[in-house]
């Protein structure tokens, strides 16, 4: 276990998002590691949230919060005067909702040092009342992409200074090459058929529509191969229709979320992010620190893991016919394909692990909280 940092802070997350995927992930990840050193850490979530559920089953004080719309003043209220009494030396919102009142609230209880993170590649559909959150209401950002910082200097007019780009780290010590696999196929699938899948919150965002069509070209073309589905969310139902409808579903398994999932990506042949917008992907850099083959789409933060040809494979997103043939690349050139893995994994360990994470977000707390 690391040793207790020289400052023990006293920090507060605050996530209104009620799914379970990176973001989620990322917020649970930092509550870990900074309880692991010596700092008091908190969280403000919706009772009915993943997260929430989650960060109490693992002993971690949780305030309940509901901030929709029609509460927004209410919840405020509650929030202030919740942060008054613990007194917190940093405010950390993840979403649109908390990053209003969990904002607001912090501001007026004169928290020293109020921080929005942003993990989406999205740009804000109304930038001018964004930027009340973003420059009003949070005193520094903290993006997950390069591509998110630069997006959102440029529309809310802040300098470079307000920004850290900050992708989240992946532990090397549990997602390694090393290790027991998932027993993926059962008895159903036969030991000579490749699996390949994708790992993710069901969102349109994430592209599993155009997973599934490129699966019925590589079936209908005679390829042997199964695809896994691990995640869940708000379009489990549209995803299961659509696999129906192409006539996949004896080639693709929906898991549903997964708490093994080292041990999912070493049973993968290829990992697949075929994303329609993304910052830094956690699972394309998980993948690659257990030494599989990676093959994403070349949007967002994406090409900042996947360097085509170097580390994985990159193809144009909405493009199933293109993400079809990288797929068929990647099977037939195993050697290839794991060299490129393993040079991901090097720049992994260079650029995007769980200590290197940690250490900057140290340094950041300590040039803002005197």
């Not at 020289?6 to 996530?15: C, L, T, Y």
């Not at 008091?40 to 009915?48: M, S």
């Not at 649109?96 to 989406?120: E, L, N, Q, T, Y």
């Not at 398994?253 to 697949?272: E, W």
Request: glycine share 8%.
């Amino acid at each position: 276990m690391p040793s207790p940092s020289p400052r023990r802070w006293n920090i507060v997350h605050s996530e209104a998002s009620p799914g379970w995927g990176g973001q989620e992930r990322r917020v649970l990840i930092e509550l870990r590691e900074f309880r692991k050193r010596g700092s008091q850490v908190r969280l403000i979530a919706d009772t009915k949230s993943e997260i929430y559920k989650r960060s109490v089953a693992e002993g971690f004080e949780a305030f309940p919060c509901s901030p929709l719309r029609r509460w927004y003043v209410r919840e405020f209220i509650r929030v202030r005067r919740w942060l008054k009494e613990i007194k917190p030396d940093i405010v950390n919102t993840h979403s649109s909702r908390d990053g209003w009142v969990v904002g607001m609230a912090a501001k007026a209880a004169g928290v020293p040092f109020v921080i929005r993170s942003r993990h989406f590649d999205m740009p804000p559909k109304t930038a001018w009342l964004s930027r009340i959150v973003y420059a009003k209401l949070a005193d520094h950002v903290i993006a997950t992409s390069s591509q998110i910082s630069t997006g959102l200097a440029e529309a809310f007019g802040l300098p470079p200074e307000r920004f850290t780009t900050l992708p989240t780290g992946v532990d090397l010590d549990v997602f390694t090459p090393e290790g027991p696999k998932a027993d993926l196929r059962g008895s159903r699938i036969p030991a000579e058929v490749p699996l390949i899948g994708t790992v993710s919150i069901l969102r349109r965002a994430k592209g599993h529509t155009h997973l599934i069509d490129a699966m019925k070209l590589l079936i209908d073309g005679g390829r042997k191969v199964h695809c896994f589905i691990v995640g869940d969310g708000g379009i489990r139902p549209d995803i299961e229709r659509h696999i129906v409808q192409a006539g996949m579903d004896d080639h693709i398994t929906m898991t549903g979320n997964r708490d093994d999932v080292p041990a999912i990506m070493r049973s993968l042949d290829v990992l697949l992010m075929p994303s329609l917008h993304e910052a830094v992907p956690q699972a394309a850099n998980q993948a690659l620190a257990c030494g599989t083959p990676v093959i994403g789409s070349n949007i967002g933060g994406i090409p900042e893991v996947i360097r085509d040809g170097e580390t994985g494979r990159l193809v144009p997103p909405a493009d199933p016919a293109a993400l079809a043939a990288a797929i068929i690349a990647t099977l037939d050139a195993p050697e290839e394909s794991r060299r490129m893995a393993l040079a991901g994994r090097e720049r992994v360990r260079q650029n995007f692990s769980l200590a290197a994470m940690t250490a900057r977000l140290e340094n950041l707390y300590a040039a803002h909280v005197k």
